[in-house]
C-alpha cells in the first residue's frame, strides 16, 4: 500500500516538475530576446541641420542617468531632416526587472558640437515600448 501510494505521488509529481523546468527555461530566453525602441527626435527652431549633423540616442537606467554605466544601449543616427527617426536594439540580458528606463538624446554638429539635447530622459517601458516623440531644446552655449 505504502509503495503504491509513493508511486502514485511520484507520477503525479513529476509533471508540475516538468513544468516548472519549461517556465524557467521560458523565463530565460526571453530575458535574452532584443527590444527594440522606436521613434522620432525634433526640435522647435526653425534651424536647419548642417551636413554631417549626427543624432546621438541611448536608453538608460533612470536611477543612473546621468553616469556613463547608466547607459544599457546606445547610437549613433544621420541627421538631415528633422523629425530624425532612430531604432534603437536593447540587449534583453542587459534589462532588470522592476527598474524605469529612459531614453535621451543629442544632436551634434560633424565636429561633434552639441546643438540641441533632450532635457531629461523620456520614460520608456522596455516590457512593451511604443514609438516616441523625443523633444530636443537647444544647448546653451557654456
Not at 521613434?39 to 551636413?51: D, H, Q, S, T, V
Not at 544599457?72 to 524605469?100: H, M, T, Y
Request: charged share 20%; net charge neutral.
Amino acid at each position: 500500500m505504502r509503495r503504491s501510494c509513493l508511486a502514485v505521488c511520484a507520477a503525479l509529481t513529476l509533471p508540475l516538475a516538468a513544468c516548472q523546468g519549461a517556465d524557467k527555461t521560458a523565463e530565460t530566453s526571453s530575458s535574452a530576446q532584443t527590444v527594440t525602441v522606436t521613434g522620432k527626435a525634433f526640435y522647435l527652431e526653425r534651424i536647419a541641420l548642417p551636413p554631417g549633423a549626427m543624432l546621438h540616442v541611448k536608453v538608460v537606467d533612470m536611477q543612473h542617468a546621468d553616469a556613463a554605466l547608466g547607459a544599457v544601449a546606445a547610437d549613433d543616427f544621420n541627421a538631415s531632416l528633422v523629425p530624425i527617426p532612430f531604432e534603437l536594439e536593447v540587449k534583453g540580458s542587459k534589462i532588470e526587472p522592476n527598474r524605469q528606463y529612459g531614453v535621451s538624446a543629442s544632436l551634434r554638429d560633424v565636429d561633434d558640437k552639441l546643438m540641441f539635447s533632450t532635457a531629461a530622459p523620456v520614460a520608456v517601458d522596455l516590457r512593451a515600448p511604443a514609438p516616441l516623440e523625443i523633444r530636443l531644446v537647444r544647448a546653451t552655449g557654456k
